[in-house]
T-cell receptor, first 112, second 117 residues
Framework: KQEVTQIPAALSVPEGENLVLNCSFT??????LQWFRQDPGKGLTSLLL?????REQTSGRLNASLDKSSGRSTLYIAASQPGDSATYLC???????????FGSGTRLSIRP | DGGITQSPKYLFRKEGQNVTLSCEQN?????MYWYRQDPGQGLRLIYY???????QKGDIAEGYSVSREKKESFPLTVTSAQKNPTAFYLC????????????????FGDGTRLSIL
């Protein structure tokens, strides 16, 4: 059974720092992996989607990497800003299933 | 603008009462999903539908029911059989791929927070 883990559960860093969020999954047979952002009391916004054949995806200050063999993905945020404060969730779709399995998220706080 | 609309934003349920959460999308997506989110936890799939008049149970379907009579709408009913309904409920939609999941990301509504009176 696929399990997705995100550690730490919460992270606080000063503005301007570069930071890395981690996601690990137990079954390397995935179809794709997504990173989402969730603001308090809101739904999820898709940030980046990495297909199983890809190693990374970039969007602005965000870069997501995927290492299927080790069951890991990272979300790199460059030059963090207070507006980046949110919960970040990763999710995987297994290659044999149509369901998305979510991690429990990392709550990020950027201190001005 | 295209998007997903969930209503109401806040909902209160009395003991023994069924309540229905609304989800409407104008993205022309075939697939729609309902998730439950509890504090400090990831999203758990309740039900999903890949096409009109068809839906499948997710991981935690007990105490819930859905219908998919129209492509744009996928309402979720929380029945009295659901003994712990207090949670944040999220609806999502995506394009359907013929035999696998889409490489397009899911789009989410802003959620409904359900509480018990």
């Amino acid at each position: 059974k696929q399990e997705v883990t995100q550690i730490p559960a919460a992270l606080s860093v000063p503005e301007g720092e570069n930071l890395v969020l981690n996601c690990s999954f137990t079954d390397s047979a995935i179809y794709n992996l997504q990173w989402f952002r969730q603001d308090p009391g809101k739904g999820l916004t898709s940030l980046l989607l990495i297909q199983s054949s890809q190693r990374e995806q970039t969007s602005g200050r965000l870069n997501a990497s995927l290492d299927k063999s080790s069951g890991r993905s990272t979300l790199y945020i460059a030059a963090s800003q207070p507006g980046d404060s949110a919960t970040y969730l990763c999710a995987v779709i297994g290659s044999s299933a149509s369901k998305i399995i979510f991690g429990s998220g990392t709550r990020l706080s950027i201190r001005p | 603008d295209g998007g997903i609309t969930q209503s109401p934003k806040y909902l209160f349920r009395k003991e023994g009462q069924n309540v229905t959460l609304s989800c409407e999308q104008n993205l022309n997506h075939d697939a729609m999903y309902w998730y439950r989110q509890d504090p400090g936890q990831g999203l758990r799939l309740i039900y999903y539908s890949q096409i009109v008049n068809d839906f499948q149970k997710g991981d935690i379907a007990e105490g819930y029911s859905v219908s998919r009579e129209k492509k744009e709408s996928f309402p979720l009913t929380v029945t009295s059989a659901q003994k712990n309904p207090t949670a944040f409920y999220l609806c999502a939609s995506s394009f359907k791929v013929v035999d696998r999941v889409s490489n397009q990301p899911q789009h989410f509504g802003d959620g409904t927070r359900l509480s018990i009176l």
